[in-house]
């Protein structure tokens, strides 16, 4: 029985690898912007589709990674981040591979879903909600928050099941900002549940081989500077 190689990690940060062999590279992508409007109910907020410019930014994506050989593309079962990746694998002859667990965590999970965040908070308390998640940069500090640990978990289950059947491959995981950011701390160790602000449709790329994780780039957003040029801060 031959002994499968074990990939050298100097060979899993190799940008200029020529084969995938023993590894996987994983393009971890946000979705579009989401479609809001102020003091939308939690619960529409929580699955809300893409917005006109979130579409454009997924057809930007998919244009972008049109040459890159996927062997696959995953997704979470929301509509934002299924919306995209239907527009990175129409370029591929495929449909994307869905996971419910690379879904984004539920910040406001316990509160009331058919209420706004205004018709909870004052815009004072409200200010000071996020400022206390600002200096923390920890999701606990969300009054109604999904249980982290939970949340940690499932994603890490996603991710192992993505790099378990995908070893060879290229391959694009297009899920949330939330999720992107527990990858990125579990990978640096970091204490941390956010890490960066993770701009929609931006590709990080992550190497994969048993238990070793690198992180190659993170956050590149070059393919939706011709066709936006500021932000909203209500779909960040």
């Not at 934002?80 to 539920?106: C, F, N, Q, S, W």
């Not at 209420?115 to 200010?127: A, C, M, N, P, S």
Request: glycine share 6%; hydrophobic share 40%; charged share 25%.
């Amino acid at each position: 029985m031959t002994a499968v190689r074990r990939v050298r990690t100097i060979d899993l940060e190799n940008p200029f690898v020529d084969s995938f062999e023993g590894m996987v590279e994983i393009l971890l992508i946000r979705h579009g912007e989401q479609k809001f409007f102020e003091n939308i109910p939690l619960g529409q907020a929580y699955d809300a589709p893409l917005s006109e410019l979130g579409q454009k930014q997924a057809e930007a994506v998919g244009r972008r990674l049109a040459p890159a050989r996927l062997g696959r593309v995953y997704s979470s079962d929301m509509r934002r981040a299924y919306d995209t990746a239907k527009a990175i694998a129409v370029h591929h002859g495929m449909e994307p591979v869905v996971i419910p667990d690379l879904r984004e965590i539920d910040l406001w999970q316990r509160a009331p879903q058919d209420k706004g965040l205004l018709d909870i908070y004052t815009r004072e308390q409200l200010v000071e909600v996020y400022r206390e998640v600002t200096r923390t940069r920890k999701h606990s500090a969300y009054p109604f928050c999904e249980d982290v640990d939970a949340f940690r978990q499932r994603v890490f289950r996603a991710m192992d099941r993505i790099i378990e059947e995908s070893i060879g491959m290229r391959v694009a995981v297009v899920c949330h900002g939330g999720v992107i950011n527990a990858i990125l701390s579990d990978v640096f160790g970091s204490p941390f549940d956010h890490l960066v602000p993770v701009h929609h449709t931006s590709i990080s790329v992550m190497r994969a081989a048993d238990t070793r994780r690198v992180i190659l780039t993170i956050n590149d957003y070059s393919h939706v500077m011709p066709i936006q040029s500021s932000r909203s801060d209500l779909n960040a």
